[in-house]
């Protein structure tokens, strides 16, 4: 059911914007497209196709070197109090720490998502207004595809699946996106500390 999606990226690709940047596009129909800016799409990021893109037609490959894409038409349109879940899929291909996407306020952290969480194998982390904690998996990231689904009601607690298969609720806080109509940017590859871009990830996604 498609009634409520709110963006949809392929990442099978780019496209160059009037102003002469390469973005990625949402395939929603909401146009929530990637900025149109130096930053849209960033650093190394490169798309891939066919059995590299693993099971999807095509995934967006991260360098682990402030490679990125900036999705800032997202940010800006979460509302106060909205409920949100959030599907993709991730090969990863470093053991290190690292954040698939970002959402943020100022640099403040409002939803982020790491895996391999302070470098402890197979461990994921969720922010979403607040530190809900850590979750072990026991399931591998690293050279291997996994599709994650991230279920984040406002003041519930946050839901995990992988592969379709529901592992668990985070264990320390409920979410809390009653600050969300200020967020000002997101990021797919890592995530901010201030202005500072760091939790590169290294990968696919």
Same mark, same amino acid.
């Given at each position: 059911?498609?009634? #409520? /999606?709110?963006? $949809?990226?392929?990442?099978?690709?780019?496209?160059?914007?009037?102003?002469?940047?390469?973005?990625?596009?949402?395939?929603?129909?909401?146009?929530?497209?990637?900025?149109?800016?130096?930053?849209?799409?960033?650093?190394?990021?490169?798309?891939?196709? !066919?059995?590299?893109?693993?099971?999807?037609?095509?995934?967006? %490959?991260?360098?682990?070197? =402030?490679?990125?894409?900036?999705?800032?038409?997202?940010?800006?349109?979460?509302? &106060?109090?909205?409920?949100?879940?959030?599907?993709?899929?991730?090969?990863?291909?470093?053991?290190? %720490?690292?954040?698939?996407?970002? @959402? $943020?306020?100022?640099?403040?952290? +409002?939803?982020?998502?790491?895996?391999?969480?302070?470098?402890?194998?197979? %461990?994921?982390?969720? @922010?979403?207004? #607040?530190?809900? !904690?850590?979750? &072990?998996?026991?399931? =591998?990231?690293?050279?291997?595809?996994?599709?994650?689904?991230?279920?984040?009601?406002? !003041? %519930?607690?946050?839901?995990?699946? @992988?592969?379709?298969?529901? @592992?668990?609720?985070?264990?320390? *806080?409920?979410?809390?996106?009653?600050?969300?109509?200020? *967020?000002? =940017?997101?990021? /797919?590859? !890592? =995530?901010?500390?201030?202005?500072?871009?760091?939790? +590169?990830?290294?990968?696919?996604?």
């Amino acid at each position: 059911d498609a009634s #409520n /999606l709110f963006a $949809h990226y392929s990442l099978h690709g780019k496209v160059l914007s009037d102003t002469g940047y390469y973005r990625v596009l949402d395939y929603s129909g909401n146009n929530r497209n990637g900025n149109a800016d130096t930053y849209g799409v960033s650093g190394g990021t490169t798309f891939v196709t !066919g059995t590299t893109a693993g099971p999807v037609p095509g995934a967006a %490959q991260f360098d682990g070197n =402030e490679s990125r894409i900036n999705l800032t038409t997202v940010a800006t349109d979460l509302t &106060n109090g909205m409920d949100l879940s959030i599907a993709f899929w991730i090969k990863k291909t470093s053991t290190t %720490q690292g954040a698939v996407f970002g @959402i $943020h306020d100022g640099g403040a952290n +409002d939803v982020c998502f790491f895996v391999d969480h302070s470098n402890v194998a197979n %461990q994921v982390k969720l @922010i979403c207004g #607040n530190d809900l !904690g850590v979750i &072990n998996t026991g399931v =591998e990231f690293t050279n291997t595809w996994r599709h994650i689904g991230l279920v984040m009601d406002n !003041g %519930q607690v946050g839901k995990l699946y @992988i592969d379709g298969v529901f @592992i668990g609720n985070f264990p320390t *806080s409920t979410c809390n996106s009653g600050d969300f109509a200020n *967020s000002d =940017e997101m990021v /797919l590859g !890592g =995530e901010l500390d201030g202005a500072t871009f760091t939790d +590169d990830w290294t990968g696919y996604i």
